[in-house]
């Protein structure tokens, strides 16, 4: 029973194509977030969604559009990949949007772009 | 702006020596929450600590422990007896408690290579 599971796992497309990750928790968690790792693996936050509602939206571009159709699900759709998106997403959940909440990671999905 | 530095970018030790990740902070907040997370080759991120600003007890769980010491705003990570599974990359993160909505602030992360 995965705690926050993502799919697909891997992702590979040509530049100029339109991907979408889903992204879904079990955890009863009312927070969900998105962070990027790039090829040094540095993380960096995206997005979150608090009870489907967008909380932060970290100066991503808008090719980038988050969606959750309710509180465990947060899927990610990106508009006319570019070479530079090439990254890990990870998928996180939180109980709640306190920063005192630890993370619950998925397992990443690892995007190619040819 | 909150900032988290792990200077050391690569490490390399041999299985049973003890090993100290190094992390410093930086917060104008005066409550936030500080974070240690694992990723083994798998790729998969794991949590390991959560640490309060207002609680500057070390914590120590199995060959784990944990040093948080404000007035350097550092906060260390220490395995002793290290394993070959120990292997992986790990991250120190912050949080602060004002208007950041649990967003963390990860450093660039110290992979750490257990030989045997």
């Known amino acids: 029973d995965t705690a926050v599971s993502q799919t697909p796992k891997y992702l590979v497309t040509q530049m100029g194509n339109d991907k979408s990750i889903k992204c879904e928790q079990n955890l009863g968690h009312d927070t969900m977030y998105w962070y990027k790792q790039d090829s040094k693996k540095f993380l960096k936050i995206m997005f979150s969604y608090n009870n489907k509602e967008l909380i932060i939206n970290e ?9 959750s159709p309710d509180k465990a699900h947060l899927n990610l759709h990106i508009n006319s990949l570019e070479l530079g998106d090439s990254a890990v997403y990870f998928c996180a959940s939180s109980q709640e949007q306190d920063s005192n909440q630890p993370q619950h990671f998925g397992d990443g999905t690892r995007l190619s772009i040819l | 702006a909150q900032k988290v530095t792990q200077a050391q970018t690569e490490i390399s030790v041999v299985e049973k020596e003890d090993v100290t990740l190094d992390c410093v902070y930086e917060t104008r907040d005066t409550t936030y929450y500080l974070f240690w997370y694992k990723q083994p080759p798998s790729g998969e991120l794991v949590f390991l600590i959560r640490r309060n600003s207002f609680d500057e007890q070390n914590e120590i769980s199995g060959r784990y422990s944990w040093n948080f010491q ?47």
């Open chain 2, 70 to 116: 404000k007035s350097t705003s550092s906060f260390n990570f220490t395995i002793t007896a290290s394993q070959v599974v120990d292997s992986a990359v790990y991250f120190c993160a912050l949080s602060e408690a004002w208007a950041s909505y649990g967003k963390l602030t990860f450093g660039q992360g110290t992979i750490l290579t257990v030989h045997p």
């Open chain 1, 59 to 67: 100066t991503v571009p808008n090719r980038f559009s988050p969606k």
